[in-house]
């Protein structure tokens, strides 16, 4: 039974139209998203439609890009899938310090399993070294999370509506405005918000006043901490070629230490070497 949690209506349509989507295709098989959460269901498993997917259904607008979160160990949910497809074995990516899946195959995409986590597992100065345990707390999860208007969860047992953990995200989504949610902990050990910032920043939204200040404080230790080959393929990987070096000078507005500057030097002279071997 989950907490009474706020939640927002949506039209169930759209929901049903993304689950619908093909996780899984061979000559022997058609694995949809829904048959995915459907065997963790009938095992016990909650599964919850996590971030971007419910921030774009709360404004009607349809999103194929889903990631799912479950209260179970990713060892468990991993052996459910495969008792229920005990041919098949597809995965794609597994992040297990994270507690991250990706099952399915590359031509389809797949789908993002993740464990509902805890800022209280943090333990390293690093968020991505530490060890998760799988958690069943939808407000410990969205402490996670980086933005109010990616803490929303849509049970995948109910239809209509997504949850909003920490109720506060539903006129944020509506204008636009990026504003930090995150546990303290996790904004100490994550090093890409930066760059998460920017990239939304990019899209059209506002910051509020706890993300400028977040820039002004924690920028140059985002950049230095990622380092010029982490922020190369986090850059490569989120931003198409034509945009990269824009994004680069976005983020170079918003550092001041030499050694932020020589990162973001690396990276460029980096990018300028593979279009020119182009």
């Given at each position: 039974m989950l907490?009474l949690y706020?939640?927002?209506?949506?039209?169930p349509a759209?929901?049903?139209?993304a689950l619908?989507?093909i996780?899984?295709?061979?000559?022997d098989?058609?694995v949809r998203?829904?048959?995915?959460i459907?065997?963790?269901?009938?095992?016990g498993?909650?599964?919850?439609?996590v971030?971007?997917?419910c921030?774009?259904?709360l404004?009607?607008a349809p999103?194929?890009?889903?990631?799912?979160?479950?209260?179970?160990p990713?060892?468990?949910a991993h052996?459910?899938?495969?008792?229920a497809?005990?041919?098949?074995d597809p995965?794609?990516?597994r992040f297990e310090r994270?507690?991250?899946l990706?099952w399915?195959?590359?031509?389809?995409?797949?789908v993002?399993?993740?464990?509902?986590r805890s800022?209280?597992?943090i333990?390293?100065?690093?968020m991505?070294?530490?060890?998760?345990?799988s958690?069943?707390?939808?407000?410990?999860?969205a402490?996670?999370?980086?933005f109010?208007?990616?803490?929303?969860y849509y049970?995948c047992?109910?239809?209509?509506?997504?949850?909003?953990?920490?109720?506060?995200?539903?006129?944020?989504?509506?204008?636009?405005v990026?504003?930090?949610i995150?546990?303290?902990?996790v904004?100490e050990?994550?090093?890409?918000?930066t760059?998460r910032?920017l990239?939304?920043?990019?899209?059209?939204?506002?910051?509020?006043?706890?993300?400028?200040?977040y820039?002004?404080?924690h920028?140059?230790?985002?950049?230095q901490?990622?380092?010029?080959e982490?922020?190369?393929?986090?850059t490569?990987?989120h931003?198409a070629?034509a945009?990269?070096?824009a994004?680069?000078?976005?983020?170079r507005a918003h550092?001041r230490a030499?050694?932020?500057h020589?990162v973001l030097?690396?990276?460029?002279?980096h990018?300028?070497?593979a279009?020119?071997?182009?």
């Amino acid at each position: 039974m989950l907490p009474l949690y706020p939640s927002h209506s949506i039209d169930p349509a759209i929901a049903d139209t993304a689950l619908a989507q093909i996780a899984y295709r061979d000559a022997d098989h058609t694995v949809r998203i829904q048959d995915v959460i459907g065997h963790l269901q009938a095992a016990g498993a909650q599964v919850f439609v996590v971030g971007g997917a419910c921030r774009d259904w709360l404004t009607g607008a349809p999103s194929k890009d889903l990631d799912l979160a479950i209260d179970r160990p990713l060892d468990e949910a991993h052996a459910i899938l495969r008792r229920a497809w005990p041919a098949i074995d597809p995965v794609l990516r597994r992040f297990e310090r994270f507690g991250m899946l990706r099952w399915g195959d590359a031509g389809s995409g797949g789908v993002d399993l993740n464990i509902l986590r805890s800022p209280r597992d943090i333990t390293h100065d690093n968020m991505f070294t530490t060890t998760f345990v799988s958690r069943a707390d939808l407000r410990d999860d969205a402490l996670t999370r980086d933005f109010s208007c990616n803490a929303f969860y849509y049970p995948c047992a109910a239809r209509g509506h997504v949850l909003d953990p920490l109720a506060v995200g539903l006129a944020d989504v509506h204008d636009r405005v990026l504003r930090l949610i995150a546990d303290p902990r996790v904004l100490e050990t994550s090093f890409s918000t930066t760059c998460r910032i920017l990239q939304f920043v990019r899209r059209g939204y506002a910051p509020a006043a706890n993300v400028t200040a977040y820039l002004a404080r924690h920028a140059d230790r985002d950049v230095q901490r990622m380092g010029g080959e982490g922020l190369l393929w986090w850059t490569i990987g989120h931003f198409a070629a034509a945009e990269r070096a824009a994004f680069v000078d976005d983020v170079r507005a918003h550092v001041r230490a030499a050694e932020a500057h020589a990162v973001l030097d690396h990276v460029r002279d980096h990018m300028r070497d593979a279009l020119s071997r182009s």
